[in-house]
């Protein structure tokens, strides 16, 4: 023990950074910039139903390991 108070780490999405770090951050943006607003739309929407697909299994998976009914 040091004396020092424990830090808390800020916690951060992981589906998040996954997808940023694929490029979807920078494939948004440039989208944007350039007005591409159709193709922007469609990589929104898909970005969002990865991140609802992989929140879907992830509860599925807890849901078996702890033993729920789910």
Excluded at 57 to 67: C, S, V, Y
């Amino acid at each position: 023990m040091t004396g020092e108070a424990p830090r808390a780490e800020p916690r951060v999405n992981g589906r998040v950074q996954y997808g940023l770090a694929l490029g979807w951050g920078r494939t948004i943006c440039n989208n944007l910039q350039l007005g591409f607003y159709q193709r922007l739309a469609t990589l929104v929407l898909l970005v969002y139903a990865l991140v609802i697909a992989s929140d879907s299994m992830g509860d599925r998976l807890r849901g078996r390991r702890a033993g729920g009914l789910r």
